[in-house]
């Protein structure tokens, strides 16, 4: 005989708490308990402006039903996101609404449009690759802004068509510096391949510049690169004015130390213990050297393809 005991939605955001019987919907109960919670499509399973984050009883949720399994795969829900106008309960649950007022309304309706893989974020496992220019402070230091602004505009243009070739993409880049993501697209390939063929490319293509930069600065440049392989979180950042799929994480500083490691040990690319693991079967030969980074306690290993 089925129960008609009414379950308990605790909102972390309002500090309160709202009945639920079992044939109501979580957005059902939220709004007859007069709680402000979006729900653009009316409770359709087609606009996700009702999502909430379940905190606390997951295992009290219904099943995803085929709208709300369809909405989960186009943004790439994480298991505890799901639409409250699709999943009723069998027991007590705490939940944070995730659209709150007219700004979170805006991020969200954008993404939604933008049907993005990244859309609202996630941890994924890829290659992070950071370089610098050699002979780049020199040459700041002797040309004025205009020069410097074109000239690093031509190589990130360069590097930009050479890295996304290799199926990359350029997340930052400050200063003379670049930081490129591989393996979001597939992450079935060999990413820490793929950027070490990137690398090798934009080394080929600084052939051609530094010709340009013979005849026109009497300067040449180099690449100085730091590869590792890891957890990052991927989302996109959006200012209102500017927008960019950004990478953050402790990886993405692990890297950006291995770069820094080229120059105490006279190398132009450096692997971390994770990158070496995935090619070195591919790169037989390598100088492995053992240092401390900067902002990271103990002893790394760095590996150099010889
Ligand atoms: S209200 Fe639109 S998906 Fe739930």
Redesign the pocket.
């Known amino acids: 005989m089925p129960t008609h005991r009414t379950h308990t939605i605790h909102l972390f955001k309002e500090q309160t708490q709202v009945p639920c019987n079992p044939d109501s919907t979580l957005?059902e109960a939220t709004l007859a308990a007069h709680i402000n919670h979006?729900?653009?499509?009316?409770?359709?399973?087609?606009?996700?402006?009702?999502?909430v984050s379940i905190m606390e009883g997951l295992a009290h949720c219904s099943p995803p039903n085929d709208a709300e399994r369809e909405?989960a795969e186009k943004l790439k829900f994480p298991p505890e996101i799901r639409?409250?106008?699709?999943t009723k309960l069998i027991g007590n649950v705490s939940i944070r609404r995730m659209v709150s007022d007219k700004l979170d309304l805006d991020i969200i309706s954008q993404q939604f449009s933008e049907n993005s893989n990244s859309a609202l974020g996630s941890q994924q496992r890829l290659t992070i690759v950071f370089t610098d220019i050699v002979n780049y402070t020199s040459f700041a230091e002797k040309f004025p802004p205009y020069d410097i602004v074109h000239v690093l505009n031509r190589y990130y243009r360069i590097m930009n068509t050479t890295i996304q070739k290799n199926e990359g993409f350029i997340s930052d880049v400050a200063g003379d510096g670049i930081l490129a993501i591989f393996g979001l697209d597939n992450p079935k390939q060999n990413s820490v391949l793929l950027a070490l063929k990137a690398i090798e490319e934009m080394n080929s293509s600084l052939i051609e510049f530094n010709v340009y930069l013979q005849e026109n600065f009497n300067t040449s440049f180099g690449i100085r690169a730091g590869v590792h392989y890891g957890d990052v979180i991927v989302g996109p950042f959006d200012t209102g004015e500017m927008k960019k799929l950004a990478v953050i994480g402790d990886n993405v500083n692990y890297a950006s130390r291995i770069e820094f490691a080229n120059k105490e040990f006279n190398t132009n690319v450096l692997l971390s213990e994770a990158a070496y693991h995935e090619v070195k079967n591919l790169y037989p030969n390598y100088n492995v050297f053992e240092t401390s980074l900067k902002g990271k306690t103990g002893q790394y290993k760095l590996y150099e393809i010889i």
Do not use: I, P, V
């Open positions: 957005l979006a729900h653009a499509c009316g409770g359709q399973g087609k606009c996700s402006t009702c999502r909405m639409l409250a106008c699709q």
